[in-house]
């Protein structure tokens, strides 16, 4: 069992930044398929992928809406994934999600054994 704690949300002005964290503790150890994924719900909302990596490769994977304002990161000696979000918009607004597992398809939920509690991003216009 993985236990995942997220940190790093806040308030913010629309153009700013903000950093995420998903320190994972217990059985981290995996295989090529092993992948940490950022989520996000917005209130009313479905909860939709956001963006994700592979931990042996680094392979990346991000959603369309955030493809160049997110730079999502792994320190594999931490067990620590990173969300760096740059020019954040209004719409970013939501309840960010950091999940882990064995999954051959990143960006689907469902796939995703362990999930943490969560962090509020709200950025303001």
């Known amino acids: 069992q993985v236990q995942l704690v997220e940190s790093g949300g806040g308030l913010v002005q629309a153009g700013g930044s903000l950093r995420l964290s998903c320190a994972a503790s217990g059985r981290t150890t995996g295989t090529y398929a092993t992948a940490t994924a950022w989520f996000r719900q917005a209130p009313g909302k479905k909860r939709e992928f956001v963006a994700a990596i592979r931990w042996r490769r680094g392979i990346t994977l991000y959603a369309d809406s955030v493809q160049g304002r997110f730079t999502i990161s792994r320190d594999n000696a931490k067990n620590t994934v990173y969300l760096q979000m740059s020019d954040l918009k209004p719409d970013d607004t939501a309840r960010y999600y950091c999940?882990?597992?064995?999954?051959?398809?990143?960006?689907?939920?469902?796939?995703?054994?362990?999930w943490g509690q969560g962090t509020q991003v709200t950025v303001s216009s």
């Open positions: 999940a882990f597992g064995d999954v051959p398809v990143m960006r689907q939920e469902n796939l995703f054994a362990s």
